[in-house]
């Protein structure tokens, strides 16, 4: 019996809706344009990769009309796992070994509205991943006066992170620095951060926490992304 996925991602269409997705956040219209096909199909298929759970929609918190989908990389290389473990058991997936990194690092700029809990918890987050290959930065396009409370907390108690202390800046405040990925968390930010030359853009899709737990569930999604992050980083600039 063919694995459930194997059968989800050898339609060609779905593959590249899913190869899209696992770049970025991305609206329905946006799948039309990168695929060339009719939204009809492409709402179908989504649909498909939907009720298998590989991919998630959120309602943009900017426009409530606007939904964004969302691919669950973490569900996705459980699903490949199981397909090579049930082909043979010598297929089962395993990590592999880290490579030697001879490049200058990386450099990634998290960018939300307030640069108060959300940029601020994935920059603290891939830091603490990276090990020295990246260099993160966050800021906020109106930025709030402090870091939230709950970020702080969070950060503290789970990850054993401390970033009391720190103040939110905005975009400005980062002159003429570059970056080679651009990461924005909210659908705000996406929409009215300025276009740049920078190589990479990528829209993750968080609503802003309220309360302590909605900041816990966050930062639990904010980290499977950075560590899903982590490998697409390149250096080629």
């Known amino acids: 019996m063919v694995e459930p996925f194997v059968h989800l991602a050898s339609h060609p269409l779905r593959w590249q809706l899913a190869t899209a997705l696992g770049r970025s956040d ?3 219209r946006e799948l039309v344009q990168l695929v060339g096909e009719p939204q009809s199909l492409v709402s179908y298929h989504l649909r498909v990769l939907r009720d298998d759970g590989l991919v998630t929609a ?3 918190s900017l426009d409530a009309r606007d939904t964004y989908y969302h691919l669950d ?3 996705c290389a459980d699903a490949l796992a199981r397909a090579g473990a049930a082909l043979h058991p010598g297929l089962r997936m395993v990590p592999a070994p880290p490579e030697p990194r001879r490049l200058p690092p990386a450099s990634v700029l ?3 509205t307030g640069n108060g809990t959300r940029s601020p918890i994935a920059e603290a987050l891939l830091r603490h ?11 906020g396009t109106s930025p709030r ?3 939230a409370p709950h970020a702080v907390r969070v950060l503290r108690e789970r990850y054993g992170i401390d970033v009391a202390g720190r103040r939110p800046r905005g975009i400005e405040d980062l002159g003429d ?13 996406r929409e009215v951060l300025p276009d740049g030359t920078e190589p990479a853009r990528t ?8 309360g302590y737990r909605d900041t816990v569930a966050a930062a639990i999604e904010i980290d499977a992304r950075v560590r899903h992050l982590l490998p697409t980083l390149t250096h080629d600039s």
């Not at 991943?129 to 800021?139: D, E, L, M, N, W």
């Not at 570059?178 to 930010?189: G, I, K, P, S």
């Not at 829209?203 to 309220?210: A, F, L, V």
């Open 177 to 189: 620095q570059r970056f080679d990925r651009v990461v924005t968390l909210c659908d705000r930010a």
């Open 145 to 147: 006066d402090r870091t």
């Open 26 to 28: 991305l609206r329905v």
């Open 203 to 210: 829209h993750w899709s968080i609503p802003e926490p309220d």
């Open 58 to 60: 959120r309602r943009s």
């Open 129 to 139: 991943h990276g090990g020295g290959r990246v260099r993160a930065a966050s800021a």
């Open 73 to 75: 990389l973490d569900r």
């Open 110 to 112: 998290f960018v939300c």
